[in-house]
Every structure is written in structure tokens, then in C-alpha cells.
T-cell receptor
């Protein structure tokens, strides 16, 4: 099984930087995904990490440490439209299916 | 435009009634998934299918059934055996194992 932990809620100010952490325990780690979900809408893919290190994509970056079972999503130059839920999902190869398991999500509120 | 379509957007179920949620994709994806999302919870896997005419139970399959007769379609039936069906249901698809998921816009199911 897997255990994925994220903070429930975070608040930040427009223009600032925020880091959303995700820790996981899994027996057959095979990659970690981050998705963004606005209220009442479908999640959309943000990033994928399978090797240690930082992946940068515009204002968003994602970091992975496999030895620590830890990832974070870094959002820079925050905008009001970044207010959303951010979902961490871990792919586990131990069962042979690689189906991602999702954390509970972190609700980010951006204030003016 | 290619995409994944869920219908209806809102659905109401009466006691003892079965209801079917539609999910269609024209992305030529092999894998399709059904997730359930409750407030404050992450996405929980109901069923998934990695190839036509084959599907597997997820973590919370009881009270649900699916079929995969065509590559493009993966309907979910919420049966009367599901005693707490009120939730937001998300369908997703991917090219294959360990690939990013593309989500439909979701169906909100409520009990009358």
C-alpha cells in the first residue's frame, strides 16, 4: 500500500512564492505526478518526476528526493488564478499496474 | 478537438435505482479510469481498464460496475448496492501505464 501526505490548506499573497510539500511511503516507487484542480473542474497535469532533482516549467517547478520519499511543488510569482487544489499522485510498480494513488490535495488560497 | 467527455454534468439518483455515468474519449488512449472524489478527500480509484474487454477493481469497487466494449468508452454504473453514492465522479484516460492522466469534466451525483 501507499501513504501520501500533503498539507490540507495553505495561504499566500499575490506575487509571492509558495512551496507545497508531499511525502510518501511506497514499496515500488515509479514516479510522482502533480495536478492542479480548480473547484468543480477536472484536474490538469502539471509535472512528473521520476529521478531526483528539480524540474522547472515556467512559474512552476517540482522537486523529488526518492531516498527521502519527498517532493515539493514550487509556485513563483503567484497569481490569483493559482488559487486551486494541488494533488500529489504516486505511481507504484509493485502491483504491476502502475496506477497512480492520489493524496488528499492541498487547497491553496492566494490573497491580493 | 481531442478530449475526454463525461455526461451528464449533474445526476440525481433515487433509492434503489441504478444510474450510469458516461465517459467517452477520442484520444486513442488504451487505459481508462474512474475515480471518486469526496469533499476534503483525494481521488479514490473505483475501476480501471488497460485494454478493451478487460478491467480491474480499484480500491473502492463495491457497489459499482463497468464495461469496456469499445476503446473509446468506459461507462460506470452506480448500483443500488452503493449506499453512499453522493460524490464527484471523474473519468480519466492515458496512453498506457505510468503516463499522465487526462480527466473529463466530472459528474456530480446526488441522492434524492
Amino acid at each position: 500500500g501507499q501513504n501520501i501526505d500533503q498539507p490540507t490548506e495553505m495561504t499566500a499573497t499575490e506575487g509571492a512564492i509558495v512551496q507545497i510539500n508531499c511525502t510518501y511511503q511506497t514499496s515500488g516507487f515509479n514516479g510522482l505526478f502533480w495536478y492542479q484542480q480548480h473547484a468543480g473542474e477536472a484536474p490538469t497535469f502539471l509535472s512528473y518526476n521520476v529521478l531526483d532533482g528539480l524540474e522547472e516549467k515556467g512559474r512552476f517547478s517540482s522537486f523529488l528526493s526518492r531516498s527521502k520519499g519527498y517532493s515539493y511543488l514550487l509556485l513563483k510569482e503567484l497569481q490569483m488564478k493559482d488559487s486551486a487544489s494541488y494533488l500529489c499522485a504516486v505511481s507504484d510498480a509493485s502491483g504491476g499496474s502502475y496506477i497512480p494513488t492520489f493524496g488528499r490535495g492541498t487547497s491553496l488560497i492566494v490573497h491580493p | 478537438d481531442g478530449g475526454i467527455t463525461q455526461s451528464p454534468k449533474y445526476l440525481f439518483r433515487k433509492e434503489g435505482q441504478n444510474v450510469t455515468l458516461s465517459c467517452e474519449q477520442n484520444l486513442n488512449h488504451d487505459a481508462m479510469y474512474w475515480y471518486r472524489q469526496d469533499p476534503g478527500q483525494g481521488l479514490r480509484l473505483i475501476y480501471y481498464s488497460q485494454i478493451v474487454n478487460d478491467f480491474q477493481k480499484g480500491d473502492i469497487a463495491e457497489g459499482y460496475s463497468v464495461s469496456r466494449e469499445k476503446k473509446e468508452s468506459f461507462p460506470l454504473t452506480v448500483t443500488s448496492a452503493q449506499k453512499n453514492p453522493t460524490a464527484f465522479y471523474l473519468c480519466a484516460s492515458s496512453f498506457g501505464n505510468n503516463e499522465k492522466l487526462f480527466f473529463g469534466s466530472g459528474t456530480q451525483l446526488s441522492v434524492l
